[in-house]
């Protein structure tokens, strides 16, 4: 069986120093490099989401949540939006093997609802290549971690996430999502880094 790591929004804006930052976020970036290149053959495909927003309605708000509305951030065109530079050699070099963009006109915190630059959703990609297991890294481990695992087991992939690989906003948060993706049947290896 054939598995893929999917990384998930290993960009600026997520990272310290951005519109949004997770602490932990740019280690994170570094830790994930690292991953892929000790490799070693474990993944048979290694693939990256990014979120890109042009106009992604009340996702973008002056006044916002935390949950559902979030300052400007991953702008198409922005330096924030770019990858994280400890993890972009990673994409420059074909490392990674396909980036799913998501997120032009609406929230999409899951990679599942993005697709590659020609429209090819992340589900029908990784089914073409034959892949059935998936191991999920990237920030955050609350929000668009969780969001592409769930999507992951709800369509019908086996899944992993990598806790030690992703970066949470908050110790709730991500105490909450930890159950959730244990209840959804997501397999857990590792401690995730929250520094909040």
Request: proline residues 4%; negative net charge.
């Amino acid at each position: 069986m054939d598995r893929a790591l999917i990384v998930v929004d290993v960009q600026k804006d997520f990272c310290e120093g951005g519109s949004i930052p997770v602490k932990g976020g740019a280690d994170r970036a570094v830790a994930i490099a690292d991953l892929i290149r000790r490799a070693d053959g474990r993944y048979t495909y290694v693939v990256a989401t990014r979120d890109h927003h042009i106009d992604p309605g009340t996702h973008f708000s002056e006044h916002p949540d935390f949950q559902d509305s979030f300052p400007v951030h991953c702008v198409v065109g922005s330096e924030g939006g770019e990858f994280h530079p400890d993890f972009a050699p990673a994409v420059a070099s074909g490392a990674v093997h396909e980036v799913f963009y998501k997120g032009a006109h609406s929230a999409s915190k899951s990679g599942f609802e993005g697709s590659t630059q020609d429209g090819t959703p992340l589900a029908d990609w990784l089914r073409a290549h034959d892949v059935q297991d998936l191991d999920v890294v990237g920030i955050a481990t609350d929000h668009c971690v969780k969001a592409t695992a769930l999507d992951g087991v709800q369509a019908g992939f086996a899944v992993q996430v990598l806790l030690d690989y992703t970066a949470g906003v908050a110790a709730d948060t991500t105490r909450t999502a930890i159950s959730e993706l244990r209840h959804a049947g997501v397999a857990l290896s590792g401690e995730p880094v929250v520094l909040a």
